[in-house]
């Protein structure tokens, strides 16, 4: 495979995200009302920190009467979103450990243009830190319902460790099948079969991708303690093709 995207961060301190590599996405209405973020195009919640990272913060004021702000980066190419179908997509990714937060680093379809879950989703990396999921990454896909309007959601068994330090998520995506790892060691595969048993239609082979790296606050992760900035930071993110 050849390299054709990437990122590697180098940009100077206080800069915000490459434009010419990202979009960064404002709260919409796609955003689950149970996550309490709002989402920025302010550099405080997106910045490079000049020693070779993208941050990205989320940031609670002092006044509970405010939002909590934070960043939803999205691939681009000059000004549209930057689509992929197949690959391998790869990020090295500090994740932070604050009760409530949940990075991300995933895959998404045209959810503007088609709505979601039919657009498709493939979640490379989700770290939630609630109650029961505190430690954890998830891996796995969201593909629409043959039965209802809903999503169906197959997964690989999470990973567990220490996630503050730098690691390598990626997912090897080929027709038929998405196969994960962490830090180069595979973690489990989604086959078409598997979705389709699980009562979902694959749409991974039709849809073409684009990544996203976000860090939400709430929802899965429950809600947040007494933190006030919780940052997550991005060494590279690279894609092959």
Do not use: K
């Amino acid at each position: 495979m050849a390299l054709i995207w990437a990122d590697e961060c180098n940009r100077p301190a206080g800069a915000p995200p490459d434009p010419t590599l990202w979009g960064v996405r404002r709260t919409d209405r796609w955003q689950p009302a149970a996550e309490l973020q709002t989402y920025t195009d302010d550099p405080a919640n997106a910045h490079h920190d000049g020693n070779g990272h993208l941050v990205i913060t989320a940031i609670r004021a002092a006044d509970p009467r405010q939002p909590i702000t934070s960043a939803r980066l999205s691939a681009r190419h000059a000004t549209t979103r930057q689509l992929f179908r197949y690959g391998r997509f790869e990020a090295r990714l500090s994740l932070p450990d604050a009760p409530g937060t949940w990075p991300a680093f995933w895959l998404l379809g045209e959810d503007d243009r088609v709505g979601w879950p039919d657009c498709g989703e493939i979640d490379i990396m989700e770290a939630p830190n609630g109650p029961s999921t505190a430690g954890q990454v998830h891996q796995g896909t969201h593909s629409p319902s043959l039965l209802d309007a809903g999503s169906v959601a197959v997964g690989v068994p999470p990973t567990s460790g220490d996630w503050r330090g730098f690691h390598t998520y990626a997912v090897d995506w080929r027709p038929g099948l998405v196969s994960f790892t962490v830090d180069d060691r595979p973690t489990g595969t989604v086959t078409r079969r598997a979705v389709e048993a699980a009562g979902g239609r694959w749409c991974f082979d039709d849809r073409h991708l684009s990544p996203v790296i976000n860090l939400a606050v709430g929802g899965w992760a429950g809600p947040p303690d007494d933190w006030t900035e919780a940052r997550m930071h991005v060494d590279w993110v690279r894609i092959w093709a």
